[in-house]
C-alpha cells in the first residue's frame, strides 16, 4: 500500500480516496480547514499530533505506514482492518463474522 519514498500527504490523500471522503468532510471531521488538508497533502505542511492522531483515526490509517514505512505491508492491512472493525456496530460485525466463516468454510481443506 504505501512505500517509503511517499510522502505524509500522499498517505493521507490515499486514505481519504479509499474513505471516499472530500477534504471539505474530512475536515469538519477532524476539525481542521479544507485548506489545512489541502496543504498537508500536496504543500509538505506538517500537522500537529493531535491533528495527526485524529487523521490516522479517521481515515484507519496504520500509523505504522507513516512510523515504520519499511514494516511489511501484509502487517499494515491486516492493522488498518482491525481497526475499522473498532468502527462497526453490532449487526455489521454479525455480517462480517458470518462473512469470514463462509470464506473459511468454502476454502479447500
Not at 35 to 45: D, F, M, S, V
Request: hydrophobic fraction near 35%; proline fraction near 3%.
Amino acid at each position: 500500500m504505501h512505500n517509503t519514498h511517499e510522502t505524509l500527504g500522499d498517505i493521507i490523500k490515499a486514505a481519504q480516496q479509499k474513505a471516499g471522503i472530500t477534504n471539505e468532510e474530512l475536515a469538519a471531521k477532524v476539525g481542521v480547514s479544507e485548506r489545512y488538508i489541502y496543504r498537508i497533502e500536496n504543500e509538505g505542511k506538517k500537522p500537529s499530533f493531535d491533528v495527526l492522531y485524529k487523521l490516522i483515526r479517521e481515515l484507519s490509517i496504520a500509523p505504522d505506514s507513516i512510523f515504520y514505512p519499511e514494516k511489511k505491508e501484509k502487517d499494515a492491512e491486516m492493522e488498518s482492518f482491525v481497526r475499522m472493525l473498532y468502527h462497526c456496530d453490532e449487526r455489521s460485525m454479525q455480517i462480517i463474522q458470518a462473512t469470514a466463516k463462509a470464506a473459511l468454510d468454502s476454502q479447500s481443506k
